[in-house]
C-alpha cells in the first residue's frame, strides 16, 4: 500500500513563503505531482518531480528526495489568491492511477 | 484548447435512483481516469481506461458503480441504487499517454452527487 502524509492546514501571511511538506511511502515510485485546488474547482496542475532536487516555476517551487520519501511545495510572495488545498500525489511505477494525500488548506491573510 | 469536461456539474439523487455522469477528456487523450472526493479529503482512484480498454478498476467501491468508456474517447460513470454514503465529487482526468514523461493528469471540474 502506499500512504501519503502532509499537514492539514497552514496559515500564512500575504507576501510571506511557506512550506508545504509531504511524506510517501511507496511500493513503487515514478513521481510526485503537486496540484492546486480552490473550493469547488477542479485540481489544477503545478508540478512533477520524478528526480531528486528543486524544480523552480515562478513563485512555486517542488523538491524531492527519493531515498527519504519526501517532497516539499515552496510558495513565494504569497497572495491572497494562493489560499486553496494542495494536493501532493504520487505515480507508482506500475500503472498509471495518482495516489493522493489529503490535501494542505492553506489560508494566506492580509 | 479545452479542458476536460464533466456532466452534468451537480446532481441531485434520490437512494435507490440510478445516475450517469458523464466525461469529455482533452481531444486525443489515451489515457483517462475517474477520482472519487470527498469533502475535505484528497481525491480516491475509481478506474483508468487506456483508449477504449479498462485496464484497473480496483478502486470501485462496490458491483453497483460501473464505468465505460466504449470508443476511447467520452466515458460514462454510472451507480446504480445509488446510497448515501455515494455522496462525493467525481472527479475526471485525462493525459496525453500510458506512460513516458506525458503521465500529468488534467482534471475537469467535477460532479457533485448528492444522494438523500
Known amino acids: 500500500g502506499q500512504n501519503i502524509d502532509q499537514p492539514t492546514e497552514m496559515t500564512a501571511t500575504e507576501g510571506a513563503i511557506v ?38 516555476k515562478g513563485r512555486f517551487s ?3 528526495s527519493r531515498s527519504k520519501g519526501y517532497s516539499y511545495l515552496l510558495l513565494k510572495e504569497l497572495q491572497m489568491k494562493d ?16 495516489t493522493f494525500g489529503g490535501g494542505t488548506r492553506v489560508l494566506v491573510k492580509p | 484548447g ?3 469536461s464533466q456532466s452534468p456539474r451537480y446532481k441531485v439523487a434520490k437512494r435507490g ?12 487523450h489515451v489515457s483517462l ?11 480516491e482512484f475509481l478506474t483508468y481506461f487506456q483508449n477504449e480498454a479498462q485496464l484497473d478498476k480496483s478502486g470501485l467501491p462496490s ?14 460513470l454510472k451507480i446504480q441504487r445509488t446510497q448515501q454514503e455515494d455522496s462525493a465529487v ?14 500529468t493528469q488534467y482534471f475537469g471540474p467535477g460532479t457533485r452527487l448528492l444522494v438523500l
Open chain 1, 19 to 56: 512550506q508545504i511538506n509531504c511524506t510517501y511511502q511507496t511500493s513503487g515510485f515514478n513521481g510526485l505531482f503537486w496540484y492546486q485546488q480552490h473550493a469547488g474547482e477542479a485540481p489544477t496542475f503545478l508540478s512533477y518531480n520524478v528526480l531528486d532536487g528543486l524544480e523552480e
Open chain 1, 62 to 64: 517542488s523538491f524531492l
Open chain 1, 83 to 98: 489560499s486553496a488545498s494542495y494536493l501532493c500525489a504520487v505515480l507508482k511505477a506500475a500503472g498509471n492511477k495518482l
Open chain 2, 2 to 4: 479545452a479542458g476536460v
Open chain 2, 17 to 28: 435512483q440510478d445516475v450517469a455522469l458523464r466525461c469529455d477528456p482533452i481531444s486525443g
Open chain 2, 33 to 43: 481516469f475517474w477520482y472519487q472526493q470527498a469533502l475535505g479529503q484528497g481525491p
Open chain 2, 63 to 76: 458491483d453497483r458503480f460501473f464505468a465505460e468508456r466504449p470508443e476511447g474517447s467520452v466515458s460514462t
Open chain 2, 90 to 103: 467525481y472527479l475526471c482526468a485525462s493525459s496525453a499517454l500510458a506512460g513516458g514523461v506525458k503521465v
